[in-house]
C-alpha cells in the first residue's frame, strides 16, 4: 500500500506534504488496526479446529464475517441513530 | 481584523464540537459492535438474517435501558445516603 496510491484514490491534488504523510499513516494504521480486529473476531466465529489446509468452508466463513461485521457495524449506525432522535436523553446518559 | 479572528474562533468551535460529536457516536458504535456482535452473530452467513437484526435491536434497546435503569437506582441510592 504505497502513499502514491492511497493519495490518488482520495483525490488530493496539491496538499501540505507533511499533512498528506501524517493522513496516509493514519489511514494506515486504521486498516491495520481493523484487519487485526477482524482477524480476531472472525478466528473465532469460523475456526473450530486447525485443519492443515485453510478449507473451503472456512474460507467462505472468513468472507461472510468480514461482510457480515460491516453489515452489523452499519445497522448498529442506524438504530443508534434512530433511537437518538426518538429519546434524546438516552444519548446524554450513555456518552459518559 | 479582530472581528475576523472572533469569526475564525466561533468557526473553529463549531468545527471542533461537531468533530467531537462525531468521534463519540463512532465510539458509540463500537462499544455496542463488541457488545453485540458475539451475543448475536453465532455462524455468519450470506446476509444478515432477521433473527441476527431483532437480536441486534433488543441487543442495543436492552443496553440503553439497563444503563437508564443502573443510573437511576444509584441516583436513589445516592438520595437516600444523603437524608
Not at chain 1, 55 to 76: G, W
Not at chain 2, 52 to 67: A, G, K, P, Q
Request: one cysteine or more.
Amino acid at each position: 500500500m504505497d502513499s502514491s496510491s492511497l493519495s490518488s484514490a482520495a483525490g488530493l491534488g496539491t496538499v501540505d506534504p507533511q499533512l498528506h504523510f501524517m493522513e496516509v499513516e493514519t489511514q494506515k494504521q486504521r486498516f491495520q488496526q481493523l484487519v487485526h480486529q477482524m482477524t480476531e473476531l472472525c478466528w473465532e466465529k469460523c475456526m473450530d479446529k486447525p485443519e492443515p489446509k485453510l478449507d473451503s468452508q472456512a474460507e467462505a466463513c472468513f468472507v461472510n464475517c468480514v461482510e457480515r461485521f460491516i453489515d452489523t457495524s452499519q445497522f448498529i449506525l442506524n438504530r443508534l441513530e434512530q433511537t437518538q432522535k426518538s429519546k434524546p436523553v438516552f444519548s446524554e446518559s450513555l456518552s459518559d | 481584523m479582530a472581528d475576523l479572528a472572533e469569526a475564525d474562533e466561533a468557526d473553529l468551535q463549531r468545527l471542533v464540537a461537531a468533530e467531537q460529536q462525531k468521534a463519540q457516536f463512532t465510539a458509540q458504535v463500537h462499544h455496542f459492535m463488541e457488545l453485540c456482535w458475539d451475543k448475536c452473530v453465532e455462524k455468519p452467513g450470506n446476509r444478515l438474517d432477521s433473527r441476527t437484526e431483532n437480536c441486534l435491536s433488543s441487543c442495543v434497546d436492552r443496553f440503553i435501558d439497563t444503563t437508564f435503569a443502573i443510573t437511576s437506582r444509584f441516583a436513589q441510592i445516592v438520595q437516600k445516603g444523603g437524608q
